[in-house]
């Protein structure tokens, strides 16, 4: 009887310590997958961005408005002895299939659009905002969407946060930015 | 009683046989299952590294393969092709290296193509830039269509950024050879050196699309600098004529832009003739249908200005000052520009970058209707000018009563006899802008270069340390114009040796 109590002692404590370390295991693979997607979603949209021509991001606010969504075209180096303008380009935060796309299109509204999800896990509002009119998480802007554009002269600050869930249900949100000068 | 003693025995040694060894299978059981948890989260830690160093080294690359742009750009300042390193032996720069191409695309533009490469990261980029023409004061003293230089002339430089023509130029006590002044006896005559200069007194520039002709005479005439004719032409001098710079042959000609006359508010016409009160004209931005200073009479124009005039006509004994001490004057005279001989023409300011008199005139018309048509332009007044002066479409003669501090460029240029040209190199510098420096017209991404240090994605400098090659600094990695980047490296195949990282 008590070697049965001590081995079931036993296969509990290693049952508890297998079940925790899978979930801590399953907790960090989440996070490093939010990581992974915020940092690679925005190196994708900051070299995109530094590319563009500083005169075609027309609807870009600034603080305190922001935009989640930014077009810009550009340059195709020399053709004919003058500099050629690419196709115009739209990075967006849109919602589709109930998730919150970053969305990357050429030719936008087009029949010859072409487009690219850089990522299906941006938040809704940027960590610590709600839609609520006010600046919630002190960074000088109103409301910002998960991805949001603020243009502050002849650069561009790209906030990005990504929400994923864990698998205990919990969110990890991982929230990443970066200030793009335009070269063009 | 022994035998079930004995039996017991017995199954009590073959229970224990059959227990030992559960204890075991448990505790197997519990090590895998804790070394696949650990094995998984030794995976994850190292992919989150591999992951954050490729990152990493992207970024690197990135910005290597900007400062290999900032590198090819002060070469073509320099002079020099904008080629620097070359994809087999790059040049190094922190902790990776990058090697430029530069392909000249013509009408004074050029790509310039950067790749950067650390550690596995690779970036390419490109600019194009195009190379801005100088400033046309930067000319010099110059003639398009011809130029030529009377006897005992002296045309000498120095930069008003330094100080004063005085202060860059030697005292002169005694004097030796006759005629041109004794400014032009020799070094023999010099005392007192360089006062207030570090450097020598900047030279001249004497420059024409076609032949410079300078028949010389009893008066020594002196070009501290060069005088370079137009490609295929030649320096034609006499007797007495001292060129201490080149007279090579420019390699291609000079193109003297078109002037641009602005369009002002219309202010009227002036006949200014009252000798006692001088005329002050001091509109920042105005348009004159004519200005005429009548003999004996003066007028004055003050900057900041920016003026034009349909004609501008300064009669016997008149003089026309021009007050740059607080701002530049612009003046522009678009149709007739008349300085008769006894006027006076000054200014007070002593910089040259501050005065413009811009001549657009062109046609030779009989304005006074004696049957002989007037040129468009005709300076001969005396006086001390410090500015430039420009006339592409129209001939231009300076008087030997006129000193100019700065620069001339016409059509065609006459120096009378004994004139004193002092050509200001402050004018060579960008002005409003309009610099010579290369300006960027755009910025790209571009592809990856089929190179196997680029594809093979290992740290370039270990790859480059393993097969011999040492990669030279950037700054001492710049090609000149006509260099072959890729002479010297055709052959050399780089191995990859296994366990480089």
Request: hydrophobic share 40%; glycine share 12%.
């Amino acid at each position: 009887m008590i070697a049965i109590a001590l081995l079931g002692l036993v296969i509990g404590n290693v049952y508890m310590v297998l079940g925790d370390s899978s979930k801590a295991f399953g907790s960090q693979t989440t996070v490093f997958e939010a990581e992974t997607q915020a940092r690679r979603t925005l190196d994708r949209i900051a070299l995109a961005v530094v590319g563009a021509s500083r005169d075609t991001l027309f609807q870009t606010p600034s603080a305190p408005a922001s935009t989640p969504e930014l077009n810009f075209t550009t340059s195709q180096g020399l053709q004919d002895g003058a500099v050629l303008e690419g196709n115009p380009q739209r990075i967006t935060l849109s919602n589709a299939d109930g998730y919150h796309q970053v969305t990357w299109a050429e030719n936008p509204d087009t029949e010859t659009e072409r487009k690219s999800v850089w990522t299906k896990f941006a938040a809704e509002f940027l960590e610590g905002e709600t839609l609520n009119g006010d600046d919630d998480n002190g960074n000088g802007l109103i409301d910002e969407k998960g991805l949001n554009f603020v243009l502050e002269g002849n650069s561009v600050l790209v906030q990005l946060t990504i929400a994923r869930k864990s698998a205990d249900g919990a969110w990890i949100t991982r929230t990443l930015e970066a200030r793009v000068t335009c070269r063009n | 009683m022994a035998i079930r003693r004995m039996r017991a025995g017995v199954k009590s040694r073959s229970d224990r046989r059959n227990q030992s060894g559960t204890a075991i299978v448990a505790a197997l059981v519990v090590v895998t299952v804790v070394s696949v948890l650990s094995m998984a989260y030794l995976q994850l830690s190292m992919s989150k590294n591999r992951e954050q160093r490729s990152s990493v080294d992207a970024k690197r690359a990135f910005y290597i393969a900007e400062a290999g742009l900032a590198e090819a750009y002060a070469g073509l300042v320099a002079g020099k092709s904008g080629n620097v390193g070359n994809g087999t032996i790059p040049a190094r720069f922190a902790n990776g290296a990058f090697w430029v191409e530069s392909v000249d695309e013509g009408d004074g533009r050029r790509t310039l193509t950067s790749t950067g490469m650390c550690g596995t990261g690779r970036s390419a980029l490109s600019v194009v830039v195009e190379n801005v023409p100088e400033p046309v004061g930067a000319l010099g003293v110059f003639g398009d269509q011809g130029l030529f230089v009377g006897e005992g002339v002296l045309i000498d430089g120095y930069d008003s950024r330094r100080g004063t023509y005085g202060s860059q130029h030697p005292v002169v006590v005694g004097g030796g050879g006759g005629g041109g002044g004794g400014l032009l006896g020799g070094v023999g005559g010099l005392v007192g050196g360089l006062a207030g200069s570090e450097e020598g007194p900047a030279e001249s520039r004497v420059g024409c699309n076609a032949d410079i002709v300078l028949p010389g005479g009893l008066a020594a005439t002196h070009i501290d600098g060069d005088a370079q004719p137009g490609p295929g032409s030649s320096v034609l001098r006499g007797l007495g004529v001292t060129i201490t710079g080149t007279t090579a042959p420019r390699t291609k000609s000079a193109e003297l832009p078109v002037l641009d006359v602005p369009s002002l508010p219309l202010a009227g016409d002036i006949d200014h003739s009252t000798v006692r009160t001088p005329l002050v004209l001091s509109p920042q931005e105005s348009s004159f249908g004519a200005l005429r200073v009548r003999a004996g009479a003066s007028a004055v124009i003050v900057g900041p200005a920016k003026l034009v005039f349909g004609s501008l006509q300064l009669d016997l004994n008149a003089t026309l000052t021009i007050d740059a001490t607080n701002g530049p004057v612009d003046l522009y005279v678009s149709d007739y520009l008349n300085m008769a001989a006894g006027s006076t023409y000054n200014s007070t300011s002593h910089d040259p970058t501050g005065v413009s008199l811009l001549i657009a005139a062109s046609q030779s018309i009989d304005r006074n209707r004696d049957g002989i048509p007037e040129p468009p332009a005709r300076i001969q007044s005396s006086g001390t000018f410090y500015g430039s002066v420009y006339a592409p479409a129209a001939a231009l003669t300076l008087p030997s009563q006129l000193e100019l501090f700065g620069a001339v460029a016409a059509k065609q240029l006459t120096i009378g006899n004994g004139a004193k040209l002092h050509f200001d190199r402050a004018l060579c510098a960008p002005q409003n802008g309009d610099g010579a420096l290369p300006q960027m017209l755009c910025w790209r991404l571009v592809e990856l270069p089929d190179v196997p240090l680029v594809q093979m994605r290992l740290d370039p400098l270990s790859v480059m340390e393993l097969n011999g090659i040492t990669p030279t600094v950037s700054k001492d990695a710049h090609y000149d114009n006509g260099d072959d980047p890729l002479a010297g490296v055709v052959g050399v195949v780089l191995r990859v040796i296994q366990g480089s990282k």
